[in-house]
């Protein structure tokens, strides 16, 4: 089992556009494959922070259509960390939390039932879970973008010596890097 942050940034190592938008995202080709879906077959829990899921509930219209949610997600149980008070999707599995991960992650590792658990991002988010020592891999898709400024991949200095390159392939335009990430010392 590994906690794992699967996410695509540009080259200039941004996820999100400063006005939070992924419209850069959808514009580079992927060259017929979709390595989401393996991945996510492979996944027993998740988590994302609340700019992901306003911005899912925002460009997907997730509330009024919960198949949005419901065809990618099943019923694989989420984390929503938040310091507000959200709406849920209709017949999503959603748990809303705020505050320390590690109690979080524990509760995470129990409903993954031995597989994978994913951090969506945001980037903040997945810093506090490296922080703790909770992060085992990092899968970026790579994208021919670059935006400037914006959301950072991970806004924390980790040095080299936590990263070892452990794959690295063409898919599409993308590049897929994977990294296994060691514990803070």
Same mark, same amino acid.
């Not at 400063?18 to 988590?47: K, Q, R, T, Y």
């Given at each position: ?14 996820? $999100? ?10 514009? +580079? ?13 492979? /996944?027993? $829990? ?7 899921? !306003? ?20 019923? %694989?149980? #989420? ?8 709406? #849920? /999707? ?11 991960? #590690? ?26 879970? #490296?922080? !703790?020592?909770?992060?085992? !891999? ?39 890097? %994977?990294?296994? +990430?060691?514990?803070?010392?």
């Amino acid at each position: 089992m590994k906690t794992q942050y699967y996410t695509a940034t540009t080259i200039d190592g941004f996820i $999100a556009d400063e006005h939070n938008s992924l419209d850069w995202l959808f514009e +580079v080709d992927e060259g017929g494959e979709n390595p989401f879906a393996e991945f996510f077959a492979g /996944i027993g $829990a998740f988590a994302m922070g609340s700019t992901t899921y !306003e911005w899912i509930l925002a460009h997907e219209g997730a509330l009024e259509h919960p198949e949005k949610w419901i065809e990618p997600y099943g019923d %694989t149980p #989420a984390w929503i960390f938040s310091s507000r008070e959200l709406p #849920a /999707i209709p017949g999503a599995n959603l748990h809303f939390v705020r505050g320390d991960v #590690a109690p979080v992650h524990a509760e995470m590792v129990t409903a993954a039932q031995g597989k994978n658990i994913w951090l969506v991002g945001g980037g903040e988010l997945v810093a506090r879970f #490296a922080d !703790e020592g909770l992060l085992d !891999e990092v899968i970026l898709g790579v994208a021919p973008v670059s935006l400037g400024k914006g959301a950072p991949v991970l806004p924390r200095r980790i040095t080299s010596s936590r990263f070892t390159l452990t794959g690295a392939r063409p898919i599409g335009q993308f590049a897929y890097l %994977t990294y296994d +990430v060691s514990k803070p010392s």
